[in-house]
């Protein structure tokens, strides 16, 4: 099995859950197999004294399909 990971953002701003939960559906929309997700960095914005949203950097890692593009 070859897997690969690839590293991208989530937004929300209701929670840091809900940050990592966007970011997960949203690539399984266009990619299949993702067998992990690994919270790497998490910031906030901060607006009036308070944290607007959340950004979460997460890793994903899915496996490599054994067929070639057509």
Request: no cysteine; proline share 0%; charged share 25%.
């Amino acid at each position: 099995m070859v897997e690969k990971t690839i590293t991208l953002t989530g937004t929300s701003a209701n929670s840091i859950e809900d940050a990592v939960n966007l970011a997960v559906s949203r690539a399984a929309v266009t990619i299949e197999g993702i067998r992990r997700v690994e919270v790497a960095d998490v910031t906030g914005t901060v607006e009036n004294g308070a944290v607007a949203s959340w950004h979460v950097k997460v890793r994903l890692t899915f496996t490599i399909q054994d067929r070639l593009h057509e």
